[in-house]
C-alpha cells in the first residue's frame, strides 16, 4: 500500500477557499470539468485544493476528479451547517462521524435512507483521520477569541463554542424552517447537522476506499429564526476557523 503523501481539500464556499489557498505559498491553478484545482503544498504536506460546488451530484464530481484525476491520498472537507443537535449552536464546529442523505427515500424496494445497492444508510468517515480534525478544531475553539478577534466573538454571540461529533446529513435542498427541521430532527434524531454536500463526498470515498474527514461550521440553527448575515459570518468566523483548524491538522500529521 504506498504511503498517504496527498490531501485534498475541499472547500465549500470561496471565501474559505481562498483563506486555504494563502496558506499555500506555491499553488499552480490546474482546470479540470469547468473546476479549478490547486496544487501545492502546507506545512510541508502537498495538497489539492478545489471548491465543492453546491449540491451532492457537483460534490460527487468533485470528491471523483481528486482521486481519480489527482490522486490524493485523503480527502477534507471543510464548510457550514445549519445546527440540528440539542446544544449545537452557531459557532460551534461538527467533526462527521457519519454522514446520511436525508432526502434519500427508494422504498419500498429499499429501506427509507439506504443508498440502493449498497447495503448502507449511513457513510462513516475515518476514525483516525476525524479523531486527528477533532483534536485540531478543539485547540482553535479554546481560543476563539484569539483567532476570530474579539469584535466577532462579540458580533455573532458566539458563547464558549464546542466541537461535536457525530451524523451530519446531507440533501438537495437549502433547510431553513423550523417544521423542515422538526421533520429532521423526528426522522433522524442523533442527526446534529445538516448541510448539501457531505454525504455524497462520502459515499464516492467509500466506493474509492479513500479516508474521508469533514468539518463544518454551524452558522445558523436551520429553522425560522436564523438571522445572521451568511457572508459575513463566512468571512469573519467559518473561514477563519477553516484555515486555523486545518493549519493544526497539518501539524499533527
Not at 2 to 31: C, F, S, W, Y
Request: charged fraction near 20%; include cysteine.
Amino acid at each position: 500500500m504506498k504511503p498517504v503523501n496527498r490531501t485534498g481539500i475541499v472547500a465549500a464556499m470561496h471565501p474559505e477557499l481562498a483563506a486555504v489557498l494563502a496558506a499555500m505559498p506555491d499553488e499552480q491553478r490546474e482546470p479540470v470539468a469547468t473546476r479549478d484545482f490547486w496544487r501545492g503544498h502546507w506545512a510541508g504536506h502537498e495538497v489539492v485544493a478545489v471548491l465543492s460546488r453546491v449540491g451532492k451530484v457537483a460534490a460527487a464530481t468533485t470528491a471523483t476528479l481528486l482521486i481519480e484525476r489527482f490522486q490524493v491520498d485523503r480527502i477534507v472537507f471543510t464548510g457550514t451547517a445549519g445546527g440540528l443537535g440539542d446544544g449545537v449552536r452557531v459557532g460551534d464546529v461538527v467533526v462527521a462521524g457519519a454522514f446520511m442523505q436525508h432526502d434519500m427515500d427508494a422504498s419500498p424496494l429499499f429501506p427509507r435512507f439506504e443508498v440502493p445497492l449498497t447495503g448502507c444508510a449511513r457513510f462513516d468517515t475515518d476514525p483516525a483521520l476525524s479523531a486527528r480534525l477533532c483534536s485540531a478544531a478543539e485547540a482553535v475553539l479554546s481560543r476563539a477569541e484569539g483567532t476570530l478577534g474579539v469584535d466577532a466573538v462579540a458580533e455573532f454571540a458566539l458563547q464558549s463554542p464546542r466541537v461535536h461529533r457525530g451524523l451530519i446529513v446531507s440533501g438537495d435542498r437549502f433547510v431553513a424552517t423550523s417544521a423542515e427541521s422538526a421533520k429532521l430532527r423526528q426522522a433522524l434524531p442523533d442527526a446534529l447537522a445538516v448541510e448539501m454536500e457531505g454525504a455524497a463526498v462520502a459515499q464516492v470515498c467509500r466506493d474509492f476506499g479513500v479516508p474521508f474527514a469533514a468539518l463544518r461550521t454551524v452558522s445558523d440553527r436551520a429553522d425560522d429564526a436564523a438571522h445572521v448575515d451568511f457572508m459575513r459570518f463566512i468571512d469573519q468566523v467559518a473561514s477563519r476557523y477553516s484555515v486555523t483548524i486545518l493549519g493544526a491538522f497539518f501539524k499533527s500529521l
